[in-house]
């Protein structure tokens, strides 16, 4: 987190212009509508929802269902958006933000079709459509509303670097105004190739494929830095060199990856670290609440401003909407349903944390973590913890997708209220059409009704479907909860808290911290502690969520990243002045974070035309 570990790009305050839209810009061409009219606001609207929503919508469905992981199309739906907003120039760059978060939320629901199929496979009763649609939609309001919650302190005063958002804000800058686009176009642009490459050399490269190799892994990497990634990988090796003695003790199959537990002892680990940092806050909160009368007038930027009482509301009112129609019109018990819920405001947290740093959302973690609390409590009905991790699930996506998309805001100054209404709109959309495309294709392929897990010599082709798999075996498992999983928990929260408190005493020890700043050897001693020896549970946990390779090509993007950044920090002062050096770029839009965007852009897009191809081959 940054206050133990500060953001790798801080960058300044965005110049925007009041309220941070169009509104006073002439666009270039006189046919366009007046920027921040109705109108404006019909034209954007009307791109998202009908064309760029359905477009990433129909392709994070069909990679759920076929692949078991999907992208949300913010890369797409931003440049596409650019195309239409380019007309309004720089300021264009919020039209396009507001048709991108709208099109990734309805991509973010339709990927939840899932939940649908995985009723199906336990043998479920089918609730009429409306019943789905309209719980899928409360569920999704109300993570908006606490993903929204969370943004002041994730967003605002962590300013956690939210990798694929980070991409999105560059991609927005360069394609709306013509002297970023020429500044940064080859960075960008180079990064993007590189990552499409990338990803169909490991498609196409069965030994390259098997070494975990991605463009999209490196690209956060090269975007967060070293700090942040190098403890990834020293949880993954330790991880990977206590295996062996998992299997003895019986927590691990014979054959089965450290991530099998690790996952669990990750989670437990940001549990424990955000006690203490949320702890911090709460007491530095009432210090503010009592001192807000010398607090300054117009402190919080007009396009920042969210009115607390009423996002309360929202939340409060949502989650009785949700209560409401699972109790009535599902008829499912009350206790597990408020659980669902409460479980949400932790994990939205907790996933937003590891969204922001590492650019991985754990939704089926934290899933799978819902569903042994439940076994814990005593729940033994698949159903209800079904529908009651299924409130975890979608919050945790939309909610996660909620904070990138306002990082995204945060860097362009894109008016935070306005962005808000355009996901709310986008969560309705998608909630229809997520029930809508399951029951559509499980009819065109009836593979995907099959339970695979009592079928395992099906012939399944492409439909592999991976998280609806692993959704299912959890939530068998109810009422068979282990001694060793609640053990891996404990460990989790243990190590967590304890690492996360000796961070803070050494972060207000004045003597150490004036060592780590007066001289080379003082940071090198700086990046040892925070990168190895007592490196931040937030970053460390990642390696427990992935392989191995994984966490190893992470590490590889972060080591590149802060060494060219060393190097060409060094060689800044006697490069000043130098003749040609070109068009200068917004700070945060740095060498690493344009290719390292671009790198993610690549892969993120790559996918989700193989997605959207291999659907219309099936179709046609």
């Given at each position: 987190m940054a206050q133990s570990t500060p953001p790798l790009s801080s960058p300044p305050p965005p110049v925007a212009s009041p309220g941070a839209s169009p509104e006073g810009t002439a666009p270039r061409f006189g046919w366009l509508p007046a920027p921040g009219s109705w109108k404006f606001h019909l034209l954007l609207s009307a791109v998202a929802i009908f064309v760029l929503g359905p477009l990433g919508g129909i392709a994070a469905s069909y990679m759920n269902f076929s692949l078991g992981f999907f992208v949300g199309g913010q890369v797409l739906a931003g440049i596409l958006g650019s195309a239409v907003t380019y007309g309004y120039g720089p300021e264009g760059k919020h039209g396009a933000n507001y048709m991108q978060t709208m099109a990734a939320s309805v991509a973010s629901m339709c990927a939840m079709a899932v939940l649908i199929q995985a009723m199906v496979w336990l043998g479920m009763p089918q609730p009429p459509a409306w019943h789905l649609m309209l719980f899928v939609g409360c569920v999704g309001m109300f993570g908006v509303g606490v993903g929204m919650l969370y943004t002041p302190l994730l967003v605002d005063r962590?300013?956690?670097?939210?990798?694929?958002?980070?991409?999105v804000a560059n991609i927005l800058r360069a394609l709306t105004d013509k002297r970023l686009l020429k500044a940064s176009i080859a960075k960008l642009g180079g990064g993007t190739a590189v990552g499409a490459a990338v990803a169909w050399l490991t498609e196409h490269v069965v030994r390259l494929g098997a070494t975990g190799l991605s463009a999209s892994t490196i690209g956060a990497g090269m975007v967060v830095g070293s700090r942040i990634t190098v403890p990834a990988v020293m949880g993954?090796?330790?991880?990977?060199?206590?295996?062996?003695?998992?299997?003895?003790?019986?927590?691990?199959?014979?054959?089965?990856?450290?991530?099998?537990?690790?996952?669990?002892?990750?989670?437990?680990?940001?549990?424990?670290?955000?006690?203490?940092?949320?702890?911090?806050?709460?007491?530095?909160?009432?210090?503010?609440?009592?001192?807000?009368?010398?607090?300054?007038a117009?402190?919080?930027?007009?396009?920042?401003?969210?009115?607390?009482?009423?996002?309360?509301a929202w939340v409060v009112f949502w989650g009785v909407a949700v209560v409401v129609v699972a109790t009535q019109l599902l008829e499912q018990p009350l206790g597990f349903i408020v659980f669902g819920l409460v479980l949400s405001l932790l994990f939205v947290l907790i996933n937003g944390i590891a969204y922001g740093i590492t650019d991985q959302n754990p939704i089926s973690s934290a899933f799978v973590i819902c569903v042994l609390l439940m076994s814990l409590l005593g729940l033994k009905s698949p159903l209800v913890g079904l529908m009651a991790a299924s409130i975890l699930l979608i919050s945790t996506s939309v909610g996660s997708d909620m904070q990138q998309d306002r990082s995204t805001g945060w860097r362009l100054g894109t008016d935070r209220i306005i962005q808000f209404r355009y996901q709310v709109v986008g969560i309705i959309m998608g909630s229809v059409l997520c029930v809508v495309l399951a029951r559509v294709f499980m009819s065109a392929y009836p593979v995907l009704a099959v339970n695979q897990l009592d079928n395992p010599d099906i012939q399944v082709g492409q439909w592999g479907s991976a998280m609806t798999y692993k959704f299912v075996g959890a939530i068998r498992s109810l009422g068979t909860l282990s001694e060793h999983t609640v053990k891996a928990l404990l460990l989790g929260l243990g190590l967590g808290f304890a690492i996360e408190v000796t961070r803070k005493l050494l972060k207000r020890h004045e003597r150490y911290q004036a060592f780590l700043k007066g001289s080379r050897t003082g940071y090198a001693v700086g990046w040892a502690m925070d990168s190895v020896l007592l490196s931040s549970p937030y970053a460390s946990s990642f390696g427990a969520f992935v392989n191995l390779p994984v966490a190893l090509w992470f590490g590889v993007g972060g080591i590149l990243s802060s060494a060219w950044n060393t190097v060409t920090k060094r060689a800044a002062p006697h490069a000043a002045g130098s003749p040609g050096e070109g068009e200068a770029l917004p700070e945060d839009m740095s060498t690493t974070s344009l290719v390292g965007g671009g790198l993610i852009a690549g892969e993120s897009l790559y996918f989700l035309f193989v997605g959207l191809a291999g659907l219309v081959s099936l179709l046609w």
């Open positions: 962590l300013q956690l670097d939210y990798p694929s958002g980070y991409a993954g090796l330790i991880g990977h060199a206590f295996t062996p003695y998992l299997r003895e003790m019986g927590w691990l199959g014979a054959k089965e990856p450290f991530r099998k537990i690790g996952f669990l002892i990750g989670l437990a680990m940001i549990c424990g670290a955000a006690v203490v940092d949320l702890s911090l806050l709460a007491v530095q909160a009432v210090e503010r609440v009592r001192n807000r009368a010398k607090a300054p117009g402190e919080v930027p007009a396009w920042k401003q969210v009115k607390l009482s009423r996002l309360l």
